[in-house]
């Protein structure tokens, strides 16, 4: 099917008229004369698809097929989330000569390979910018604006809900449920947050930087995932004395020995522009051979924020739509047959914070630190503190760089010695 | 002409072989795999226009004209700086069919309604991310990334060399002539700074961001503009106190009655993400209506972020050559017909940080208020310290929003007040 670029209007199907979607319509309505000054053409939205009835009938389509076979319509924009039928709505579509918009990470981590295969095959753009990072520009600024460079490490904070929640954590110095709590009743966490507060969500968008970064489709299952639904209000309390925040990062690392991929929690210092990332708000930084440190910022979850970056998504692609030429380089060069390496979990190197509690009784230290002596885990910092269990003390430890399968394996050894160890060793990571 | 897009290869000529000409040149080198892989098709330099013969003899042209005149080449890159003859090789360019990459923020902000009518009018792209920001891709995000959004508010530290100076006063409290030799030693500074220093260089690039933001030519004479050459360390180390920094902010702001520009000294919270900013790296934030901030952060000075951004526009700029596309859809659309109003500089409205130096004797600081007072502006925070000279007094005032008029002229009748004022009373906007 070729695009008729005489057409007056880029005609737009919506699928799926959640918030976001209501949101971009609203910004279509609103910006109507930004929009037709940056495409020379208005958009139409000519007809959306949502499972119930909506509140224009005029649009309603039922069946995401008729948007899909619709010859009228340019750009299919999917808005429905998870994998199926956001799959098979992006693969028809594309196969059937249309471009896509999505904001679905989820469907793109898992299916990179096929999506971006079939894009290319049929000389079709699929834009995303709204699947990471929210509002920020951060797809293009890696694919475009650093297109020139190396890319050594991406490092970002990755998702609002959780950022959200630690941020309460840290403020109130409240637990983790009453956190989740103010979250949920200021909209920036659902009912069910688990893929946000156990790291997923974040692993989806960890995968889609570093495929894009490193030309080859790098799965969410390479990726170590923490989230931060076990965080002790304790451990906030305490690291904030030592000038750090806690935070989920998500980091991928090129290492000599193949790439070094992670999410979870970790102490970032208030030194660092990381933290001063509050609430929502959403960082990736990118480091690049030549670039050094580049540094993308802004709101991760709400709506406006997110309908923001489909419709500029649809700004930009209408542009090829209009001269038709969408599609015919593709936006993501994807090599099936570079092979990516990745590195194995446990050599992953790092800084740690350890939390020990402990029994308080002459040699207990000194039990601790042979363990970690004989796993090579040196000690930068040291404090011990009383608890209100008069019988029970906290160690925290910083430790220089060291294996994760260092660390592992000394905790483990160090929390199986039941006659000191009250209760399970803390560890977090130091990331910046 | 129209460009073949049958050939081997994307032919670039690059007219000013200097820092950044040198560093474009290795990277196309050292990155060939990567450049080959986003476009589909090698970039070869075919010609290097310089003042003087240069290294590669077999490349070297004298007169830039035989480069512009050379059918073969789809791109000229111009590195020359400056007004002159840097504004002909572009217009020539764009005339002679050729696509354009430029880092020149002065010819850009100069003859912005010149480059882009004539870009328009011959249908070819002109890219300039170097321009602004270094190697931070902000022209996009801008112009691209925040397309459907109406944008309230760009601020920015624009300049590398100026916060380097300013890094350098505040980590070792040394003055701005101790700074600016360090700078030069890092080479972070030209032997001739002027047009850091004096915040010529962060204008050009805020009128350049704005005139992006509101599709209308802002002009550097709209934006008021303060450089850092008188800055006293001595406010610098008071600032800190009140948990400030001193920053060269550019700052861009839509009011109801205009568009506010300037470019001056300004405080900076040490919450803020500004106040991590530090030596040659620059920041953007950009404040959109759906988007709320977007922050950008990066290298803003120095060969290799400054070359690896241009090197980046020749990649994406020749993805289009390559599809025959370029400047089909204008990148900048530029009404001309658009007015865009200017606030007066004194309707400007911000908080102020004054230092006073004042005789110490009963009755000044009643003087002092009393006047502020007349001219309604309040104080938030006071501050006297005694000084060296046993005579003198400084008091440090932290005032409420007020008009930027009212403030001069405040301290007008004050610093004519000799009987009290022992030297010219200081003035900072607090920025964040």
Redesign the interface.
């Known amino acids: 099917m070729t695009i008729n670029i005489k057409k007056k209007y880029i005609n737009v199907g919506l699928i799926g008229y959640g918030t976001v979607g209501k949101?971009v319509l609203k910004?279509l309505e609103k910006?109507k004369k930004?929009?037709l000054?940056?495409?020379?053409k208005p958009i139409n939205i000519k007809s959306i698809c949502d499972l119930r009835p909506i509140d224009k009938p005029e649009l309603y389509v039922k069946n995401f097929r008729n948007i899909i076979r619709d010859p009228e319509i340019d750009l299919v924009v999917e808005l429905i989330g998870g994998y199926e039928p956001a799959r098979t709505i992006i693969i028809e579509s594309l196969k059937a000569g249309k471009n896509v918009v999505t904001a679905n990470k989820a469907v793109l981590a898992r299916y990179w390979d096929q999506i971006f295969t079939v894009a290319q095959d049929c000389q079709r753009s699929i834009y995303y910018?709204a699947s990471v990072g929210g509002?920020?520009?951060v797809i293009?600024?890696l694919s475009?604006?650093?297109?020139?460079?190396?890319i050594f490490e991406i490092k970002g904070i990755l998702n609002g809900t959780t950022n959200f929640i630690l941020s309460e954590m840290t403020r109130h110095s409240i637990s983790y449920d009453s956190a989740l709590k103010s979250a949920q009743a200021a909209g920036f966490a659902e009912a069910d947050p688990s893929f946000d507060v156990n790291g997923i969500d974040s692993a989806n968008k960890l995968a889609i930087l570093s495929s894009l970064a490193w030309?080859s489709w790098i799965k969410v299952k390479n990726i170590s995932i923490k989230g931060i639904e076990d965080l002790d209000v304790e451990d906030i309390l305490i690291t904030k004395n030592f000038r750090y925040d806690i935070k989920l990062i998500g980091c991928a690392q090129k290492t000599k020995h193949g790439i070094d991929l992670s999410v979870q929690p970790c102490l970032v210092n208030h030194?660092?522009?990381f933290a001063?990332?509050e609430n929502e708000y959403n960082?990736v930084m990118i480091t690049?051979k030549?670039?050094?440190?580049?540094?993308?910022?802004?709101?991760g979850a709400g709506q406006?924020?997110a309908?923001?970056?489909v419709?500029?998504d649809?700004?930009?692609l209408s542009?090829?739509i209009?001269?038709n030429?969408a599609g015919?380089?593709p936006d993501v060069?994807y090599?099936k047959k570079k092979k990516i390496k990745i590195i194995a979990p446990g050599k992953s190197r790092a800084s740690y914070y350890l939390r020990f509690t402990v029994v308080d009784k002459p040699g207990v230290l000194a039990k601790i630190s042979g363990i970690l002596g004989r796993f090579k885990i040196s000690v930068t910092s040291l404090l011990q503190q009383d608890t209100s269990n008069r019988d029970c003390v906290k160690i925290i430890i910083i430790t220089h760089e060291t294996y994760r399968e260092n660390i592992e394996k000394a905790l483990k050894q160090i929390d199986a010695t039941r006659s000191i160890v009250k209760s399970k060793t803390v560890k977090f990571k130091i990331e910046i």
């Open positions: 949101g910004i910006n930004i929009v000054r940056k495409i020379g910018e509002v920020i520009p293009q600024g475009e604006g650093l297109a020139s460079d190396e030309g030194n660092h522009a001063t990332v960082a690049g030549d670039s050094g440190d580049v540094l993308f910022y802004g709101k406006q924020p309908a923001s970056a419709v500029s649809i700004i930009n542009k090829f209009v001269t030429t015919i380089v060069i090599d």
